[in-house]
């Protein structure tokens, strides 16, 4: 069954950009942004589709073969689609090859820091990691913290068929908003 997703062609790239999708799909919710604290800028926007896929790229490296395959491919999709994004900013072609090494070490710098954050045993570097590099040090992570939590759960609870089929698991983020002290009171 598992070989099917991996013909050649149009085929083959099919479920890759169904999950690129949903990756996205995931990056895009409003409660990302209106609850959790997450900046409705390009800067934001992008480091939630890196921390989404870094979730979903985390849970291929855990399966067999061929996930990491597919998860190669997910990555290439990702950045040529980031390359796209960038061209549409209107940076120069020039400017294109300096950006995407850019984005590619951040984004990667972001795995390693999300990786050693999740193997810790309580949320106190997961929320450090995630002001540093999405929220900031004015806003409250520990939504998003839980919300990273609970994604990876699901995850991790996913085999790489189900995957494929039904998409990455993630949970809905408005579930782990933070009450404001500004919004607690009765209106």
């Not at 990056?27 to 800028?41: E, G, I, K």
């Not at 921390?51 to 990491?68: I, K, N």
């Not at 999405?134 to 085999?159: C, F, H, K």
């Amino acid at each position: 069954m598992i070989a099917r997703f991996f013909r050649r062609g149009a085929e083959r790239r099919r479920p890759v950009e169904a999950l690129h999708a949903a990756i996205v799909g995931a990056a895009r919710q409003p409660a990302l942004y209106t609850a959790l604290h997450v900046p409705d800028t390009v800067e934001g926007r992008f480091e939630a589709l890196c921390l989404h896929a870094y979730l979903v790229l985390r849970r291929l490296d855990r399966l067999p073969p061929p996930a990491a395959d597919f998860a190669q491919e997910l990555v290439d999709t990702v950045f040529a689609n980031l390359d796209a994004n960038v061209r549409e900013l209107g940076v120069s072609d020039v400017g294109v090859s300096k950006r995407m090494k850019k984005l590619a070490s951040s984004f990667y710098g972001r795995a390693r820091s999300y990786d050693a954050a999740l193997a810790a045993p309580d949320d106190a570097a997961l929320q450090a990691a995630l002001a540093r590099n999405i929220v900031g040090p004015d806003s409250d992570p520990a939504g998003l913290a839980s919300y990273v939590r609970a994604a990876e759960t699901s995850l991790s609870a996913v085999d790489f068929e189900t995957l494929l089929k039904a998409g990455p698991p993630l949970p809905d983020p408005s579930a782990f908003a933070a009450a404001r002290p500004d919004t607690d009171q009765p209106a």
